[in-house]
């Protein structure tokens, strides 16, 4: 019996740690459906043979063959040619029999070769996207891979970022950047707000005032964005930027590439002040009585355009015509959220278009205007999406929802509910340009904190739906704001790693998630390859949140210090020097004089600070 046990735990020494190590010495984000490891490695070095079908060579060799030098430092062989059976490889396998959904994938790493098998371009692009997480952070030229089978496949098909690049221009070099790290992490589709009060961003062939005019606005740079004034009609308009329709063949090439679907969006009838200040004609009134000047930030008065008048339909039509042939996307957003009617209600056309339609209010009269916008759309064999707003009134038959309302709205349950396609992007949950740490730390933007583990932590499927209505879940998606992102790199700030989140709640089912898991991931490999990327990640995670009481009766103040990270030790000093582990570990709340300095920060086990140290006079 003794030699019995003895062998048993000879075979888990010597297996079942192994096999352990392995599974960690990896960190997959978004995490796989299933990943298996085996005995063995493959060793990838410069005598690999890549085999691509030969259908996909022309789209797929040049970015693998990119990838493999940007991460490795290595320049491979491509073939469309079966490897021998002395070849070590990398295969490529179409497949239309394989039990994986579409842009699903296996990955089977063995010692003397690795193949990839999906039913399509997509699948075989995340596969590699996977592969190339179990690269060394060094270029070290030769890689010893495990032996592993992995089966993956995305929980939606709608795995979506957006961008707004209206409040802030951000460079095209930049937007394909992003492009190229985001699908990385398997996102799929790139949602671009491409107009706004503050700026119009897209060349219009037919309508060039519309970037003359309606890309620029007045320099406000250093007063906070809500406290702006309009700008004058006399003063410079230096502020801005526009893309022209080369720049976006070219950025819809680069992500088609990259699996990634590009969505324009352009938002009306509201948030369109840069559209009315290019042709005030568009407006509700012959005579202007509005301040026509591009937005230069806060709120813009004015800024929807007439439901009334025809014009403004034929002006739309010949606009998302030009834009239809520039977007391959199935889909062309509208916008359609928080127009202010007030000048509908005095406007004569659009009086008279309600009266001639038999409208109640001006709530129908949007439902009218969004109707006949989305016949536009769909003269150009394009689906229309619209923000959830497009819901009120008579609603919009055949359009696609993106539900971003909570609380007192709950478009997330009535739009499938109603037979809507939904996408959701909860404000709650996925307005990333809400901060992500200590509001006393982090740059200027919306006090509402939204920290990575709130991103992580959502299901974006009510379970009020039946099953049925949860097939019309198309998927999740987290949106940038740009009110408060006027450098790319503060873009980048906001964007990461809460992207990575989005995209693990995106990808992975719910049962595969696992917050330690994903933030020692990111700890470990996802933070030094963004870095390595040249990447502007947020590092808000490690953030410590203090918070305190000021106990008058006894003169003191209660202090309470928090981590959203876990695992970790927090060290604060009271006497003006910085922490370290040699400082005070912090157990639970402590008392304290009032007026003195906090300082505190998150050290992991090796002693290492983490993230920022935070300040705080306990006044």
């Given at each position: 019996m003794f030699r019995y046990l003895s062998c048993i735990l000879f075979f888990l020494l010597l297996v079942g740690p192994n096999t352990q190590v392995r599974a960690q010495k990896y960190h997959f984000v978004p995490q796989p459906e299933s990943v298996s490891f085996s005995e063995g490695h493959f060793v990838l070095d410069k005598n690999t043979k890549v085999v691509v079908p030969k259908k996909l060579q022309g789209m797929l060799i040049p970015y693998l063959a990119e990838k493999f030098k940007s991460d490795l430092d290595l320049d491979l062989t491509f073939s469309y040619r079966r490897p021998d059976s002395q070849e070590k490889y990398i295969e490529f396998k179409l497949d239309k029999r394989a039990s994986v959904k579409e842009e699903g994938y296996h990955l089977v790493v063995e010692p003397g070769g690795i193949s990839i098998s999906a039913k399509d371009y997509g699948g075989l692009f995340n596969g590699f996207q996977t592969l190339r997480q179990t690269f060394p952070l060094e270029k070290t030229g030769t890689v010893q891979i495990s032996a592993m089978v992995v089966k993956d496949n995305p929980r939606f098909g709608w795995r979506g970022i957006m961008l707004d690049v209206s409040r802030h221009f951000q460079p095209k070099e930049f937007v394909m950047k992003q492009i190229d790290v985001l699908s990385s992490y398997k996102v799929n589709k790139f949602h671009w707000h491409l107009t706004d009060d503050q700026g119009w961003r897209i060349e219009i062939k037919k309508y060039p005032n519309l970037t003359k005019k309606g890309a620029w606005r007045a320099d406000r740079t250093g007063v906070a964005w809500w406290q702006r004034e309009q700008a004058t009609a006399e003063e410079p308009k230096t502020v801005g930027g526009f893309y022209t329709q080369e720049d976006i063949k070219q950025v819809v090439a680069y992500a088609q590439v990259r699996n990634v679907e590009v969505i324009p969006e352009i938002d009306v009838p509201g948030h369109s002040k840069a559209l009315v200040a290019s042709y005030p004609h568009l407006f509700c009134y012959d005579e202007p009585e509005a301040h026509f000047e591009v937005a230069t930030g806060g709120k813009a008065p004015d800024n929807a355009v007439c439901a009334g008048k025809e014009s403004t339909y034929s002006f739309l039509g010949d606009v998302i015509e030009e834009i239809a042939a520039l977007f391959p996307s199935k889909y062309i957003h509208i916008g359609g959220d928080e127009c202010n009617k007030t000048n509908w209600k005095k406007c004569p056309y659009c009086q008279k278009a309600k009266a001639d339609n038999g409208l109640e209010n001006e709530e129908e009269l949007q439902s009218y205007f969004i109707q006949k916008v989305h016949k536009l759309v769909k003269a150009q064999n394009k689906t229309m999406i619209g923000w959830d707003e497009i819901l009120s009134?008579?609603?919009?038959?055949?359009?696609?929802?993106?539900?971003?309302?909570?609380?007192?709205?709950?478009?997330?349950?009535?739009?499938?509910?109603?037979?809507?396609?939904?996408?959701?992007?909860?404000?709650?949950?996925?307005?990333?340009?809400?901060?992500?740490?200590?509001?006393?730390?982090?740059?200027?933007?919306?006090?509402?904190?939204?920290?990575?583990?709130?991103?992580?932590?959502?299901?974006?499927?009510?379970?009020?739906?039946?099953?049925?209505?949860?097939?019309?879940?198309?998927?999740?998606?987290?949106?940038?704001w740009g009110e408060f992102t006027p450098t790319p790199e503060h873009c980048e700030y906001m964007l990461y790693p809460r992207a990575l989140a989005s995209a693990e709640v995106s990808w992975s089912l719910p049962e595969n998630k696992d917050w330690i898991r994903f933030q020692r991931a990111l700890e470990d490999y996802h933070f030094p390859l963004l870095e390595r990327k040249k990447v502007n990640a947020s590092k808000s995670l490690f953030s410590v949140y203090p918070s305190y009481a000021i106990d008058e009766l006894h003169g003191q103040a209660i202090v309470y210090l928090q981590a959203e990270a876990q695992g970790y030790d927090i060290y604060y000093t009271l006497n003006g020097e910085d922490p370290s582990t040699e400082s005070i570990k912090y157990v639970k709340e402590f008392k304290t004089a009032p007026k003195t300095l906090l300082k505190a920060g998150l050290f992991n086990k090796e002693g290492k600070l983490l993230g920022k140290i935070v300040e705080l006079r306990l006044k």
């Open positions: 009134g008579n609603g919009a038959p055949g359009a696609t929802i993106m539900a971003w309302r909570r609380g007192k709205y709950t478009p997330q349950i009535t739009a499938p509910q109603n037979g809507y396609p939904t996408i959701m992007t909860s404000y709650k949950y996925m307005y990333i340009s809400q901060v992500q740490g200590p509001s006393i730390s982090e740059p200027e933007g919306p006090k509402v904190v939204l920290p990575l583990s709130k991103v992580y932590g959502h299901d974006p499927v009510p379970q009020e739906l039946t099953e049925e209505e949860k097939k019309l879940v198309l998927g999740n998606q987290a949106s940038l």
